[in-house]
């Protein structure tokens, strides 16, 4: 059993190419608010929504935009919501971070861990009105440490629910290394309610395709949830601007600002021992360099591994991409152009 590596790769890239106009459009003030991307988690939303079917459902976190594109929901409406368009996916109310398509069965939340308990909802219905069918959720290691998802996974495990649980671990609760405030591993916590587990390098596609293919295939039939723990690296951080981020990429044009007040604080006679601030400093140079090589490099960037392993002539990839990328520009500008030609009647 193989995945058709070239579908997977045009929808890897649909969403790499989404985010990154969400990405120019926050940068250019069109998009107010925090903006969380997934850019580096294409391989583990689509290795696992590839599989799913009609009637399947799925609840999302609040780096919802790529599973909302991989179910099929329209890019210019997904775009119109993040630009507050009175016309968007939820009427301008929801934001990239509450998307919502009754029509595809799919919703997301900016409340960690709430992917949890709607994707038990989704998976009860499915059992009682659609049997077959499934839900999948997905969130961040991090939500792990919250109650409402470790009370889905005893819910789900007891009550035999059709869902897997699918959990993006890129090691950082916000900036927060996540092993330093999680008790044992994720995968004991899966295995003590009795669900089976994997876990997979979410930059490889293929292995994500294949782990998920014998968990979903099990929660369908009727034998239960599942836990898919997949690895990944996340290079904008916790949400565009991560200050972590920018150190990372301009170390010295944004540490020089800060040198002095930092001295100031080290050398001051009040608060914390000599030997306590040094070991604060040094877990903040630990984690400025755990950032830095959180930066995709080939090796970790799951869009440019698939592209190096497709066995298609250079001509037919590079139609493939120059389709994806007309797509993806060509929602964009119709979502600006209905967005300017509503300002235009409403007098803004």
Same mark, same amino acid.
């Given at each position: 059993?193989?995945?058709?590596?070239?579908?997977?790769?045009?929808?890897?890239?649909?969403?790499?190419?989404?985010?990154?106009?969400?990405?120019?459009?926050?940068?250019?003030?069109?998009?107010?608010?925090?903006?969380?991307?997934?850019?580096?988690?294409?391989?583990?939303?689509?290795?696992?929504?590839?599989?799913?079917?009609?009637?399947?459902?799925?609840?999302?976190?609040?780096?919802?935009?790529?599973?909302?594109?991989?179910?099929?929901?329209?890019?210019?409406?997904?775009?119109?919501?993040?630009?507050?368009?009175?016309?968007?996916?939820?009427?301008?109310?929801?934001?990239?971070?509450?998307?919502?398509?009754?029509?595809? @069965? #799919? &919703?997301?939340?900016? /409340?960690?861990? %709430?992917? +949890?308990?709607?994707?038990? =909802? *989704?998976?009860? $219905?499915?059992?009682?009105?659609?049997?077959?069918?499934?839900?999948?959720?997905?969130?961040?290691?991090?939500?792990?440490?919250?109650?409402?998802?470790?009370?889905?996974?005893?819910?789900?495990?007891?009550?035999?629910?059709?869902?897997?649980?699918?959990?993006?671990?890129?090691?950082?609760?916000?900036?927060?290394?996540?092993?330093?405030?999680?008790?044992?591993?994720?995968?004991?916590?899966?295995?003590?309610?009795?669900?089976?587990?994997?876990?997979?390098?979410?930059?490889?596609?293929?292995?994500?395709? @294949? #782990? &998920?293919?014998?968990? /979903?295939?099990? %929660?369908? +039939?009727?034998?239960?949830? =599942? *836990?898919?723990? $997949?690895?990944?690296?996340?290079?904008?951080?916790?949400?565009?601007?991560?200050?972590?981020?920018?150190?990372?990429?301009?170390?010295?044009?944004?540490?020089?600002?800060?040198?002095?007040?930092?001295?100031?604080?080290?050398?001051?006679?009040?608060?914390?021992?000599?030997?306590?601030?040094?070991?604060?400093?040094?877990?903040?140079?630990?984690?400025?360099?755990?950032?830095?090589?959180?930066?995709?490099?080939?090796?970790?960037?799951?869009?440019?591994?698939?592209?190096?392993?497709?066995?298609?002539?250079?001509?037919?990839?590079?139609?493939?991409?120059?389709?994806?990328?007309?797509?993806?520009?060509?929602?964009?500008?119709? $979502?600006?152009?209905?967005?300017?030609?509503?300002?235009?009647?409403?007098?803004?």
């Amino acid at each position: 059993m193989e995945p058709d590596f070239i579908a997977l790769y045009r929808k890897m890239l649909t969403c790499r190419r989404v985010e990154e106009a969400i990405a120019d459009l926050w940068h250019d003030g069109r998009i107010s608010g925090e903006m969380h991307l997934g850019i580096g988690e294409e391989g583990i939303n689509a290795g696992v929504l590839d599989h799913l079917e009609d009637g399947d459902a799925v609840a999302l976190d609040h780096r919802g935009t790529a599973g909302m594109v991989l179910r099929g929901v329209d890019l210019t409406a997904i775009l119109k919501e993040c630009l507050g368009a009175a016309d968007g996916l939820c009427r301008g109310m929801g934001g990239h971070m509450h998307l919502y398509s009754k029509a595809h @069965l #799919a &919703a997301s939340s900016g /409340i960690v861990g %709430a992917s +949890g308990p709607a994707s038990c =909802g *989704f998976a009860l $219905a499915a059992q009682q009105l659609r049997p077959g069918k499934l839900a999948v959720a997905f969130f961040g290691e991090a939500a792990m440490n919250q109650g409402m998802l470790l009370e889905s996974l005893n819910l789900a495990a007891a009550w035999e629910l059709p869902v897997l649980f699918v959990c993006r671990d890129n090691g950082m609760a916000i900036t927060t290394p996540s092993a330093s405030v999680t008790g044992g591993s994720l995968e004991e916590r899966a295995r003590g309610f009795g669900l089976p587990w994997a876990t997979v390098d979410g930059a490889d596609v293929q292995s994500v395709w @294949l #782990a &998920a293919a014998d968990l /979903i295939d099990r %929660a369908r +039939g009727g034998r239960g949830p =599942g *836990f898919l723990r $997949a690895t990944c690296v996340r290079p904008e951080g916790h949400f565009l601007g991560d200050p972590l981020i920018r150190i990372a990429r301009r170390p010295v044009a944004e540490l020089r600002p800060r040198i002095g007040p930092l001295a100031s604080a080290a050398t001051s006679g009040q608060g914390s021992s000599i030997a306590q601030r040094a070991a604060s400093f040094g877990r903040l140079a630990s984690m400025f360099r755990r950032v830095a090589r959180s930066q995709l490099g080939t090796a970790r960037d799951p869009v440019l591994q698939l592209r190096k392993r497709l066995a298609i002539p250079s001509a037919t990839l590079e139609s493939l991409e120059q389709e994806v990328n007309r797509l993806v520009s060509g929602a964009v500008e119709e $979502a600006l152009n209905a967005l300017g030609a509503a300002n235009e009647e409403g007098g803004v």
